[in-house]
């Protein structure tokens, strides 16, 4: 069983699809999980028809977002850094990789999940999962902790095998889809769809969303 | 945000001429634009620069044109759809149908945060 569980991802909602599954099962046997979230998405382009935000009111619906989230999950450990987004690759690398190893440090994580970096499609998700495993990567290889990466872009299956881990949340998919829900702002569409029945329990983003899959990190010493 | 009315938006514009001001500017066609390579993903952002501007003109029958000529050079956006007041800053932005913003012009007398 895993110690503590540390979620490191850009934005809010980058847990929702990839990972809130497996965070609320970590959550219902007892694991703590700490979510830090990068930064507020203060970049989103959706506002909404109508309009539920401004460029200005967009980083205060979306902490909300973030929080309804973890409250959705059980998540009672959400790190806030304070990051801007779409701002994380034009950072001095070195900012990143002391903050992540500062959380590292204090909470002493059994097991690490971000993106997994050259995967992630938006450079934010590059920038952080690189950072991620940087810090980790400084650390003696038998203080380590586990590192799961998401790798998202569609070659990844072909590049980089198939996924380590693999996990069906089918079992707390109720969870799962409140987190998706919680950012409102960001789902909206798709939550429309889930609501109204008119998605096929079999379909492809059933099929995708019932399933949460990981690449564990391949350190090389 | 409201649609952008052209005669009101002039005469809030016009309130910022020849002052110190704060901007901001941005353009995106998102970031997962990038993933289709046919097209080419763009965008541009400038928050909390500063500038004073000597005319502006919002033109066009919408989305609408703006234009602020600065003391040596000019600045101008386009497809800007809606506005608002707030605090005595004006933003201005283009959405489009399914309300995704594209462009957004916000002026300031104080930096944004
Ligand atoms: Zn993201």
């Known amino acids: 069983m895993e110690k503590q ?3 490191i991802f850009p934005h809010p909602d980058d847990e929702a699809f990839g990972t809130a599954g497996l965070m609320t099962k970590f959550i219902n046997e007892g694991v703590p999980v700490t979510y ?11 506002m909404g028809n109508p309009f539920f935000a401004t460029r200005e009111t967009l980083p205060e619906v ?34 990143l990789v002391s903050t992540f190893s500062k959380l590292v ?9 971000t993106f997994y970096p ?24 038998s203080d380590r902790p586990t590192l799961y990466t998401l790798p998202i872009t569609p070659d990844r299956e072909s590049v980089l095998g198939k996924p380590d881990k693999v996990f069906d949340v089918t079992d707390v998919l109720d969870t799962k889809i409140k987190t998706i829900e919680a950012h409102r702002s960001q789902t909206e569409a798709m939550v429309a769809r889930l609501d109204d029945g008119s998605l096929d329990p079999n379909s492809d983003i059933m099929t995708f969303i019932k399933q949460e899959s990981f690449w564990i990190y391949p350190f090389d010493e | 945000m409201k649609p952008i009315l052209i005669e009101e938006v002039q005469d809030i514009l016009e309130t910022f001429e020849n002052k110190e001001l704060y901007f901001h500017l941005e353009t995106t066609s998102g970031a ?3 993933q289709n390579k046919e097209k080419l993903a763009v965008g ?7 500038l004073q501007f000597t005319n502006v ?52 007398y104080t930096p944004f945060d």
């Open chain 1, 118 to 141: 050259g995967y992630g499609i938006h450079p934010d998700h590059d920038a952080c999962g690189a950072a991620v495993v940087e810090a980790i990567r400084r650390l003696p290889a």
């Open chain 2, 32 to 34: 997962y634009a990038a």
């Open chain 1, 5 to 7: 569980v540390l979620v």
């Open chain 2, 57 to 108: 003109k919002i033109a066009g029958s919408g989305p609408f044109r703006v234009g602020f000529k600065l003391k040596e050079g000019w600045m101008y956006a386009e497809g800007l759809t809606d506005y608002q007041l707030d605090d005595g800053r004006l933003l201005m932005a283009g959405h489009d149908d399914s309300g995704r913003l594209a462009i957004a012009v916000q002026l300031s």
């Open chain 1, 36 to 46: 830090a979230c990068a930064t507020l998405g203060e970049m989103g382009r959706n």
């Open chain 2, 44 to 50: 541009a952002y400038i928050r909390n620069g500063s």
């Open chain 1, 62 to 95: 979306r902490k909300k977002e973030l929080k309804d989230a973890c409250q959705a999950m059980g998540v009672n450990d959400l790190r806030m850094l304070g990051f801007r987004d779409k701002t994380l690759e034009f950072e001095d690398p070195e900012l």
């Open chain 1, 105 to 113: 440090d204090e909470l002493k994580p059994s097991l690490v999940i």
